[in-house]
């Protein structure tokens, strides 16, 4: 009996056997498609090669692709568990064929892999076809399909649009009969929804092109898509109807029963599977780079990741339990998606703290539902003010809470849902639209294959001859810019470093060979046509550049310089944050630009005082060791091989330039004169780590959930920095000429001691505030409405103070509402908080918009428990107040 990973192997190895190009699933974050939140079908990669806009050297495909079905128009999570083939995620098994060959072959290569390759009865299948497509019929009968097992279907179900406009053709789908004792009948028929009858597999011709007046024509190219359901398959070939009861999904299950200590085919059957298909859309999703937060992707894979969570609980687990499952799921899938094992502790300790934090809201939510269940009668539906309650005050999205009635045959008031969150509904709208990477203007993938890539020579030089040959205006192709004109230039080559990795694109100067005097000014540089053009934005500042001219090209030497320390930091950041908290940390995002960088990485807490000194004394380090900084060209496989760290999510290509930089010395983490710090990179180096000059870190904050962010600076910028916090740097670097060796450990010094006396002011602030020191009429709480309400106006206490000093006032108060304002000199601060218990009827964001326009300012926001705004002036402070107290008497 094949296993599913078996069946995989099988198709790939077939296709690659007639001349197909094996290519890896892509990222579940589309790249080259803005309309969807997840890949959804193994076409998606190559959508620009069906439009004609991008050409690769292969006409033939084949794939095993990574899908989710969770959010916006495909979503299927609402059944999941409760159907036998519905799943959140699924991999799509499909051959393709670029303008190459069509109908003549697709179908019979699909009839040889499923009766010879995969051994599946003949007389178990039937295809159908679009009710025109005689030639498609012609050649399922000579591959030795009977007529009476050819169905012609006269809907869109077998005629496929990549839009209004554009590509499109008729569809053949092959069905597999599961037998009489399921109930169904065949596609056409009254009965087709039931289980007998299961479509494994979809072959797309795409024939013609489709214009805005519903004509069509032939294309030149006709195209082929296919799509197979491997879990479909897998079923069928183990002898069952029932998706879940295949070998993979039924490994988790049964790691689900054991980790949870229950029956997997006991009462709670459908929490098991739940749990299965989940583990596997929030794993990929993470090893993909999908982080849980609120809002786009990372609200789908929360509500994801909570519902596996609660029917975790509905087994009676009592700690987390989806992290645990995680190693059974990398032992099923591990070999054929490696990025599933390379972000295995990243995903272990995302589920972790996920689940952590969920379990303390879970039970009070469930709580509530359950007493305000009780007065309902049996057949009433849950009020929506109470599911958005349910969703606002303890993070329950809308279809968690359904799918908790559900099993109480209990259904939601979803009108009065949508009313009570209307905004947030058009916010989660509008970020659900997708935003996988923004397709490029068809006019750089014209550039690309009318002039192939840009040679890029800026890691050996910053300075080169070039030619110019192209130039873009306005989305549109022109011979020239004229001085004072912004445009595009692209160049056959350029030292300048387009914007990639996280590295910002490079600025400076084009001079014409022929004149110097004529010359332009680079003010960015980016990659366009998939990565391979890099188009310089310019305005020209003399003369006139047209194409062909040779030109002379020079990039930003020092603007360059600082970018390259700060990228470099960035590396020896990235390790000394994985020696002091673990190998969890992988890098979520960079900025490496020429002021300071930024870098953002998976971890669930802020980082102590402690912590931070201890990363910001490595990295100073390993600068002072002035190591070479040194670069190689491998594989992905060898260079992961020995070591290298690779930013997940990413999709490398067949080389990667390995970036090594510092030499380990003495005891800890790995042993001595290894490498320090190895990454996957295509960024501009140092040459020597000494280079960087120096690293300060400015502190590290929350960029979402599970997700923390250091900003620091190098070099220039950190001395500046550090001069301008305390006039003793300045003695400092008087001493630098007869004291150099002492250098570093006076800057740790002084860091440290301006931290202390920073982190002592603010405490100390904070204390007055508390204390009434600093405020305008004490901190007495008065009752309006039967709420507790506190009033402060504070002096010499900032802005940032403002949220801890809501936390102490609610702690104290217990129960009920603190408005602060705090006079900063000129302007004025506010912040307003409600405890948990009265957010429904209170919310801090209306008492800060409330007092807000009485100091001179507009809006505000936050959450119904926490909430800040601006004004220009205090003046009127007690006109904030009051109008605050409004909203809580009214």
């Known amino acids: 009996m094949p296993t599913l990973n078996d069946i995989r192997s099988t198709f790939l190895g077939y296709f690659e056997k007639q001349g197909h ?19 959804n079908s193994g076409m998606v990669q190559f959508k620009n090669l069906f439009t004609g806009v991008e050409h690769r050297d292969y006409k033939r495909a084949t794939t095993a692709q990574k899908c989710v079905r969770a959010g916006g128009k495909h979503n299927d999570l609402d059944n999941v568990g409760y159907t036998a083939r519905h799943h959140t995620f699924f991999e799509m098994l499909g051959n393709f064929s670029f303008g190459d060959y069509f109908k003549s072959e697709a179908i019979p290569f699909a009839w040889e892999l499923i009766t010879k390759e995969l051994d599946i009865p003949k007389d178990r299948l039937l295809v159908t076809i679009y009710h025109t497509d005689d030639e498609a019929a012609e050649i399922w009968k000579k591959t030795g399909v009977p007529e009476d097992r050819i169905i012609r279907i006269a809907t869109d179900d077998n005629f496929w649009m990549m839009g209004p406009t554009g590509p499109c053709g008729p569809c053949t789908e092959i069905f597999f009969d599961h037998g009489e004792q399921y109930w169904g009948g065949p596609p056409g028929s009254p009965e087709e929804d039931g289980d007998r009858f299961v479509e494994i597999w979809n072959l797309v011709f ?45 490994s988790l299950i049964e790691a689900s029963a054991d980790a949870t200590s229950s029956d ?39 509500r994801i990741m909570r519902r596996a969570m609660r029917h975790a609980h509905m087994l009676g687990a009592q700690d987390p339990v989806m992290h645990r499952l995680v190693p059974a799921l990398v032992r099923q899938m591990g070999a054929a998606y490696p990025e599933l094992g390379r972000a295995q502790a990243l995903i272990e300790e995302t589920l972790r703290l996920e689940e952590t934090r969920f379990k303390q809201t879970l039970d009070r939510g469930l709580k509530l539902l359950d007493e305000e269940l009780k007065d309902l009668p049996d057949s009433a539906a849950l009020p929506g003010e109470t599911a958005f309650k349910l969703y606002d005050t303890y993070g329950f999205p809308l279809d968690l809470t359904q799918d908790a009635l559900r099993e109480r045959n209990r259904t939601v008031d979803t009108d009065g849902f949508d009313a009570a969150m209307a905004e947030q509904k058009a916010k989660a709208r509008a970020a659900w639209a997708g935003s996988g990477e923004a397709a490029d203007l068809a006019i750089w993938f014209d550039i690309a294959e009318e002039h192939g890539a840009t040679d890029f020579l800026g890691y050996d030089t910053e300075v080169a001859e070039g030619q110019m040959l192209a130039l873009v205006r306005d989305g549109k192709a022109v011979d020239a810019l004229k001085a004072g004109e912004n445009g595009w230039i692209v160049l056959n080559q350029t030292p300048f470093y387009g914007e990639s990795g996280g590295q910002v694109g490079d600025h400076g100067w084009i001079r014409r060979l022929e004149d110097e005097d004529d010359y332009a000014t680079v003010t960015d540089t980016q990659r366009m046509g998939g990565g391979k053009v890099f188009a310089h934005q310019v305005t020209v500042e003399r003369g006139t550049f047209a194409r062909n001219d040779a030109v002379q090209l020079e990039v930003d030497h020092a603007r360059r310089g600082s970018i390259r320390a700060n990228h470099s930091a960035t590396h020896l950041l990235h390790e000394a944050l994985r020696r002091a908290l673990g190998d969890h940390v992988a890098q979520r995002g960079s900025l490496n630009a020429p002021d300071r960088l930024r870098f953002d990485f998976s971890h669930g807490k802020a980082l102590s005082l402690e912590e931070l000194k201890q990363v910001e004394e490595e990295v100073n380090g390993y600068i002072r060791q002035n190591a070479p900084v040194e670069t190689r060209i491998m594989t992905p496989d060898d260079a992961r091989g020995i070591g290298a760290q690779a930013l997940f999510g990413e999709k490398y290509g067949d080389e990667v330039r390995v970036v090594s930089m510092g030499v380990q010395h003495g005891s800890g983490k790995g042993a001595d004169g290894q490498t320090y710090s190895i990454e996957l990179c295509g960024g501009t180096h140092v040459r020597q780590t000494g280079d960087i000059g120096v690293f300060v870190t400015l502190g590290d904050s929350a960029s979402s959930a599970g997700v923390r962010r250091i900003e620091a600076l190098t070099g220039a910028e950190a001395f500046r920095y550090l001069s301008e916090q305390d006039h003793r740097i300045t003695d400092l670097a008087l001493e630098l000429k007869t004291q150099a060796a002492d250098v570093p450990a006076r800057v740790r010094a002084l860091m440290e001691e301006r931290r202390a006396l920073a982190n002592e002011v603010a405490q100390l602030r904070r204390d007055l505030a508390m204390a009434g020191g600093a405020a305008q009429g004490g901190a007495e709480a008065r009752e309006i409405a039967g709420v507790k309400f506190v009033a402060q106006v504070l002096q010499g206490v900032s802005g940032k103070d403002l949220p801890p000093l809501i936390d102490e006032h609610k702690a104290r108060l217990g129960s009920g509402a603190v408005l602060l304002i705090a006079d900063t000199g000129g302007k004025a601060a506010v912040a307003a908080g409600v405890t948990e218990d009265l957010t429904g009827r209170v919310s801090a964001v209306d008492l800060v918009k409330a007092a807000v326009p009485e100091l001179g300012g507009k809006g505000g926001g936050g959450r119904p428990d926490m909430a800040q705004g601006g004004g220009a002036s205090a003046e009127n402070a007690e006109a904030a107040i009051k109008a605050a107290e409004a909203v809580i008497g009214g």
Do not use: W
């Open 21 to 39: 190009e094996v290519v890896a699933s892509s990222p579940l974050v589309p790249r080259n498609d803005p309309t969807l939140m997840f890949a």
């Open 206 to 250: 795409m024939q013609y092109e489709q214009f805005e007046d519903g004509t069509r024509k032939e294309l030149a190219a006709q195209s082929i898509d296919t799509g197979m359901g491997i879990e479909r398959v897998a079923a069928l070939l183990q002898g069952t109807n029932d998706n879940y009861s295949t070998d993979l999904i039924r």
């Open 264 to 302: 997997p085919d006991g009462p709670g059957k459908t929490h098991h599977r739940v749990i299965a298909d989940h583990l596997r859309s929030t794993s990929f999703l993470i090893a993909d780079g999908v982080m849980p937060s609120n809002d786009g992707r990372g609200y789908v894979l929360r």
